[in-house]
């Protein structure tokens, strides 16, 4: 088996945001759909807390501060060659846009947010393909502190 290893950080200096991407290839078949893709290129869009060997970990609707940060993940199929964004956004603005270059088939890839105590609500990730179209879209609730 192959595997393709790509890792990108991009810094938005405008808002302070670290997004980090790490990319992941593997010539093996994709697992099942999930009900969040909205397009058949993005096989499963989720939120996470963390990425190991390639998978989300968990996933997460919720998320209660003081968290230290959060991943979104997705698996892209069909695409080789073309760039997605992962574009995380609050309160309806776009506060940081992290591109991703598309390298085999079947493309495991994903973006982590650093979140402030103060940025609580809701939190929205948007993949967007190369003609700017929105291939899936998931929100996250940041809450206040539990306990």
């Not at 807390?49 to 998978?55: G, I, S």
């Not at 992962?86 to 598309?102: L, N």
């Amino acid at each position: 088996m192959k595997t393709v290893v790509c890792a990108v950080v991009a810094l938005c200096a405008a808002t302070g945001a670290l997004a980090q991407t790490d990319t992941t290839a593997t010539d093996t078949t994709s697992a099942m759909a999930s009900p969040a893709a909205t397009s058949d290129a993005v096989k499963r869009a989720v939120f996470c807390t963390a990425v190991a060997d390639r998978e989300p970990v968990d996933e997460i609707t919720t998320l209660a501060a003081p968290a230290a940060s959060v991943t979104f993940f997705t698996e892209i199929v069909g695409m080789a060659g073309k760039t997605i964004t992962h574009r995380w956004m609050h309160g309806g603005q776009a506060v940081a846009e992290v591109p991703i270059s598309i390298g085999a088939d079947r493309w495991r890839c994903y973006s982590t947010k650093t979140l402030a105590p103060d940025q609580l609500g809701a939190w929205t990730v948007e993949v967007i393909g190369e003609d700017g179209a929105v291939l899936a879209r998931e929100t996250l609730a940041y809450t206040g502190p539990t306990g």
